[in-house]
């Protein structure tokens, strides 16, 4: 039965490290960067009403509320 260390596995280089380090810090910065887009797009969207629609001059010209056939 083995007790104690064992193997530390293989050395790291310290400029590989600090590679991959600033490699996950740009793909992190073009991920919140591509979110932020996002959420700017999702807001302009639902900010780009078309304002109120009148049931009776509407484009659908109000069949739905007015109907001819109706006393």
Do not use: H, W
């Not at 590989?16 to 807001?43: M, S, V």
């Amino acid at each position: 039965m083995c007790i104690g260390g064992g193997s530390r596995g293989p050395a790291v280089d310290p400029e590989a490290e600090a590679e991959q380090a600033r490699q996950r810090e740009a793909n992190l910065q073009e991920r919140r960067d591509r979110k932020q887009e996002a959420l700017g797009d999702a807001i302009e969207a639902t900010q780009k009403g078309t304002g109120r629609r009148s049931l009776i001059s509407g484009p659908g010209g109000g069949m739905g509320y007015f109907n001819r056939y109706r006393a």
